[in-house]
């Protein structure tokens, strides 16, 4: 062996003897973390919460053992966040739509039509205006890590192709528990019906419902295909997901464990925002290859929808979030291209 080699092991050796040696003497100790999250394992956010668990084990020595829990296993995004703040679970991710009981701000990201694409969300969440957005949990016994990415919402149906406005009259379609949509989907002619996710795939089989909105990665992973046979891109809404932590939990963390738990999120959602959208192209492929019947929005007619949803800014800027709102426009206009 020569002598380079010798070295080479002598100091990969060194490094990995060290290694552990680091960590441990780091505050650091054995921990069990349980994460909540609604969509199944095979989703993009079942990948990232994967990504996410590795992580952390990589930059504790093993110590911060974050076990997933799927399907809405653990309840749905609003049984949670009651969870986190009561301090019966330590994490989970879910859409920042379904906190408005909590802090009523987080609604105005579910305005239609507000972000032209990924980068202008990606700015405004992680810039200043969706960091002041995050601290405002702690008050309320939460902690936000970071944004994932939900996606832009599309329409799925079981009734008609949409390619105009018209085509939702009277359609029963799910939405998310949040005055926001109610008031956008009733002004676009559909009935909303505010629901749990976990309760969604149900009430479609069933008929409960006719229709809902997600993005077509939620649409893939939750077979909602199987029970729709109509998607229209519309589109309609950017959704992000935030990654929270008990208030309660991560007081009692040292110092040294809330900066991997900080770093490896950070991380995570680098992974999951890629990851997303590079499943997005393919979803979009394999839900026609299922048979859904995929058709896009003029130009036109979403400038009808845009049209028609504008007295939902004036109702919320007149329900106190006058402020807000004009805060989000500007930090979108600065990243936006002209
Ligand atoms: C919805 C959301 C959900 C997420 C998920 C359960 O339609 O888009 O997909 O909240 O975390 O409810």
């Not at 110590?63 to 949670?80: E, N, V, Y």
């Not at 007619?301 to 989000?328: H, I, Q, S, T, W």
Request: glycine share 8%.
């Amino acid at each position: 062996m020569t002598l380079f080699r010798k070295l080479l092991l002598a100091t990969g050796l060194a490094a990995a003897i060290l290694a552990p040696v680091a960590a441990s003497a780091q505050d650091v100790k054995p921990r069990i973390i349980r994460f909540g999250y609604g969509l199944s394992e095979a989703s993009n956010q079942g990948r990232a919460v994967k990504f996410f668990s590795e992580e952390l084990a990589k930059r504790s020595g093993g110590k911060l053992k974050l076990k997933g829990f799927g399907d809405a296993s653990l309840g749905s995004d609003i049984q949670m966040q009651n969870a986190l703040i009561g301090g019966a679970q330590e994490m989970m991710v879910g859409s920042t739509a379904t906190l408005v009981g909590i802090v009523k701000d987080f609604g105005v990201y579910d305005l239609p039509f507000l972000f032209n694409d990924e980068k202008e969300a990606d700015a405004v969440l992680d810039g200043p205006f969706g960091q002041k957005l995050i601290a405002s949990l702690n008050e309320k016994g939460l902690v936000g890590l970071v944004y994932w990415e939900n996606g832009f919402r599309n329409l799925t149906n079981s009734k008609r192709p949409v390619t105009k406005i018209e085509d939702l009259n009277g359609i029963k379609l799910r939405v998310m528990q949040n005055p926001v949509y109610i008031d956008m989907f009733n002004r676009f002619g559909a009935n909303a019906v505010p629901l749990a996710f976990s309760e969604l795939f149900t009430a479609l089989e069933t008929g409960t419902v006719d229709g809902q909105e997600n993005p077509v990665t939620t649409i893939l992973s939750s077979k909602f295909y199987e029970v729709q046979g109509y998607m229209t891109i519309s589109k309609h809404v950017y959704s992000p997901w935030i990654v929270l932590a008990s208030k309660r939990w991560f007081d009692g963390l040292s110092a040294d464990e809330r900066k991997i738990l900080q770093e490896a999120a950070i991380a995570s959602r680098d992974f999951e925002r890629k990851d997303s959208r590079e499943a997005t192209t393919q979803s979009l492929a394999l839900l026609k290859e299922k048979g859904m019947k995929i058709n896009e929005l003029s130009t036109a007619e979403l400038g009808r929808m845009r049209e028609m949803v504008k007295p939902a800014f004036d109702k919320y800027a007149a329900d106190g979030g006058a402020d807000l709102l004009k805060g989000l426009q500007a930090e979108i206009a600065k990243v936006r291209q002209p």
